[in-house]
C-alpha cells in the first residue's frame, strides 16, 4: 500500500459527460501528479501541482483540468469525454520535490 | 523532445537467473532516470533512480547502469524470483525548481519460468 488513495476505482460514463477523479496524498506530501495510461499511448504525465500551485504540464489536453487543495488532495476533472479518453488514470504523490514518487492504484475510465 | 523506449516488449527469464532490462533515450534534458515496476492491477512502483551524472547505482538486488554515450541505461535485477513479474518501464525525469516532469518508456513485461 503505497499511501495514495484514488477514488473511484472504476467509473463508466457516456461520450460528452464530465468526470472527477479524486486523489488524496500520502501524509505530508506536498506534491500531486497526474498521468493517465492507455494500452496505446503508454504512461503519460499530465499535470503536477505542489502545495496548491501547477508546477509543470505534460500533455494534458485543454478539456482536462487539474487542481489541489489546502488540504493537499487533488481533483482531476476531464469534460467532453470522447472514446479515447477511456484510461487509467493515476494519482502519484512525492515529499517536496522528492524523485520518488508514490503511485495510487488508479481508477479506470470507460468512456461507451 | 525527450523520449524514452524499451528495446524488448516481453522477456522471459528462468528463476534464479539474472535479469536485464535495456532502455534507451533520445536526448540528454534528464536529470535524473528512474526504473518502475508496474504489477497487474496495480500502479508503478519506484524502484530505483541514477541521477544524470552517475554511471552505476546499486540497490537491493537491483543494480541501473547509465551510458551516457550510447544514451542507454539498464536494469539489472540479481537472482530473479516469482515476485518480481511485472510491467518495468524505465522513465527520465527533468527537474527545476519544485516542478518534476517524467517521461515514460513503453514497458517490457518480465515473465519468470519455474
Redesign the interface.
Known amino acids: 500500500d503505497?499511501g495514495?488513495t484514488q477514488t473511484p476505482k472504476h467509473l463508466i460514463t457516456a461520450t460528452g459527460q464530465r468526470v472527477t477523479l479524486r486523489c488524496s496524498p500520502r501524509s505530508g506530501d506536498l506534491?500531486v501528479?497526474w498521468y493517465q495510461q492507455s494500452l496505446d499511448q503508454?504512461?503519460?504525465?499530465l499535470i503536477?501541482y505542489?502545495?496548491g500551485e501547477e508546477?509543470?504540464k505534460?500533455n494534458i489536453l485543454e478539456r482536462f483540468s487539474a487542481q489541489q487543495f489546502p488540504d493537499l488532495h487533488s481533483e482531476l476533472n476531464l469534460s467532453s469525454l470522447e472514446l479515447g479518453d477511456s484510461a487509467l488514470y493515476?494519482c502519484?504523490s512525492?515529499a517536496?520535490?522528492s524523485?520518488?514518487?508514490?503511485?495510487?492504484?488508479?481508477t479506470r475510465l470507460t468512456v461507451t | 523532445g525527450e523520449s524514452v523506449g524499451l528495446h524488448l516488449p516481453t522477456l522471459s527469464v528462468q528463476e534464479g537467473d539474472n535479469s536485464i532490462i535495456n532502455c534507451a533515450y533520445s536526448n540528454s534534458a534528464s536529470d535524473y532516470f528512474i526504473w518502475y515496476k508496474q504489477e497487474s492491477g496495480k500502479g508503478p512502483q519506484f524502484i530505483i533512480d541514477i541521477r544524470s551524472n552517475m554511471d552505476k547505482r546499486q540497490g537491493q538486488r537491483v543494480t541501473v547502469l547509465l551510458n551516457k554515450t550510447v544514451k542507454h541505461l539498464s536494469l539489472q535485477i540479481a537472482a530473479t524470483q516469482p515476485g518480481d513479474s511485472a510491467v518495468y518501464f524505465c522513465a527520465g525525469c527533468s527537474r527545476y525548481s519544485s516542478a518534476s516532469k517524467i517521461i515514460f518508456g513503453s514497458g517490457t513485461r518480465l515473465s519468470i519460468r519455474p
Open positions: 503505497s495514495v506534491s501528479y503508454g504512461l503519460q504525465f503536477q505542489y502545495n508546477r509543470a505534460g493515476f502519484a512525492s517536496g520535490t524523485i520518488e514518487q508514490y503511485f495510487g492504484p488508479g
